[in-house]
């Protein structure tokens, strides 16, 4: 089956610094890519469309500059949480659709949590 | 732009009764429709999902849901609930263009009393 892998899957990093979250497709490839971010106890908020070769869509509300993503191939997407701060700790999680057939879903990857200190 | 409702933040049952979680969903035209059920700390697992055809769609660990257009609805519901059935569970909606990005409901917690 379709498999998502997000690296690393926890993290702690200290506050001013960056921190990258990577998301790769094992074994299909993805032009679409969607990076969500769940507060403990919450639902999941979707963040960004990331596709690749292109810019980024963000859902209104979040910083692009903050959360800077980059899909540079088929494969992969990163997202980079610049100058964290102990309020951007958060669960957060990507899913990539199959670019082959109309009716797929997309597939999630097992998540990575941020501690920022 | 989509959006999906699940009424209920939590509900308690019985093990071994059956159980109904509710979604209701809005979207111009017909949706791609999910369950997913997460375990605290954990990833999600997709339980069933809807995209076309038969509206009873079956999934995994028992649970069924059913896609009724004219209520905008896609309830979850299993017969017979095992205490391992215990985590929270999100009904997401996918569009079926423009992005195709997948919109998820507040989440129901399952609760399972002996």
């Known amino acids: 089956g379709a498999v998502v892998s997000q690296h690393p899957s926890w993290v702690i990093c200290k506050s001013g610094t960056s921190v990258k979250i990577e998301c790769r497709s094992l074994d299909f490839q993805a032009t679409t890519m969607f990076w969500y971010r769940q507060f403990p106890k919450q639902s999941l908020m979707l963040m960004a469309t990331s596709n690749e070769g292109s810019k980024a869509t963000y859902e209104q509300g979040v910083e692009k500059d903050k959360f800077l993503i980059n899909h540079a191939s088929l494969t992969l997407s990163t997202l980079t949480v610049t100058s964290a701060h102990p309020e951007d700790s958060s669960f957060y999680i990507c899913?990539?659709?199959?670019?082959?057939?109309?009716?797929?879903?997309?597939?999630f990857g097992q998540g990575t949590r941020l501690t920022v200190v | 732009a989509q959006s999906v409702t699940q009424p209920d933040i939590h509900i308690t049952v019985s093990e071994g009764a059956s159980l109904e979680l509710r979604c209701n969903y809005s979207?111009?035209?017909?949706?791609?429709l999910f369950w997913y059920v997460q375990s605290p700390g954990q990833g999600l697992q997709l339980l069933l999902k809807y995209f076309s055809g038969d509206t009873l769609v079956q999934g995994i660990k028992g649970f069924e849901a059913e896609f009724k257009r004219s209520q905008s609805s896609f309830n979850l519901r299993k017969p017979s609930v095992h205490w391992s059935d215990a985590a929270e569970y999100f009904c997401a909606v996918g569009a079926r263009t423009g992005g195709f990005k997948t919109i998820f409901g507040a989440g129901t917690r399952l609760f399972v009393k002996a």
């Open positions: 899913s990539a659709r199959d670019r082959v057939g109309a009716n797929t879903e997309a597939f």
């Open positions: 979207y111009g035209a017909t949706p791609y």
